[in-house]
Nanobody, 122 residues
C-alpha cells in the first residue's frame, strides 16, 4: 500500500487546515487508517484513527473535539480536518494503514506515507 499525504502548510493559531491522504490500494476498505504526528525533537504520536467502514473513530486527548478524521472508500482517501489549531499542533503529520481493526499503537501500522508539515504560528 502506498500512501501520499498532502495539505500541510503554515497556518495561524485558531485557524483550520485539512489534510488528505491518498492510498494506492484497491482494497482500501480492508484497512484501518490513522494519522500520527511528530513534533520537532519528539517521538511520533497517535493523533486519530478510523475503522475500515468509517463508522468508528478514536482520538488522542490532545486533539479530541478539535480534529475530525474521515474517509471516502470510493476515493481511497482519508482526511484529517484540524480546527482551532494551536502552536503545539506544529508537527509532521503521517498517515498510516493496517489491515483489520484500528489501533492507537504506532507499531501496529504496517504502511506509512511520507509526512506533511503543519506549522501553526502567528
Amino acid at each position: 500500500v502506498q500512501l501520499q499525504a498532502c495539505g500541510g502548510g503554515l497556518v495561524r493559531p485558531g485557524h483550520s487546515l485539512r489534510l488528505s491522504c491518498a492510498a494506492s490500494e484497491r482494497t482500501f476498505s480492508a484497512y484501518a487508517m490513522a494519522w500520527f504526528h511528530q513534533a520537532p525533537g519528539k517521538e511520533r504520536e497517535f493523533c486519530a484513527s478510523i475503522s475500515r467502514s468509517g463508522s468508528t473513530t478514536l482520538y488522542a486527548d490532545s486533539v479530541k473535539g478539535r480534529f475530525t478524521i474521515s474517509r471516502d472508500n470510493a476515493k481511497n482517501a482519508v482526511y484529517l480536518e484540524m480546527n482551532s489549531l494551536k502552536p503545539e499542533d506544529t508537527a509532521v503529520y503521517y498517515c498510516a494503514a493496517r489491515r483489520g481493526i484500528q489501533s492507537k499503537i504506532l507499531k501496529d501500522y504496517d504502511y506509512w506515507g511520507r509526512g506533511t508539515l503543519v506549522t501553526v504560528s502567528s
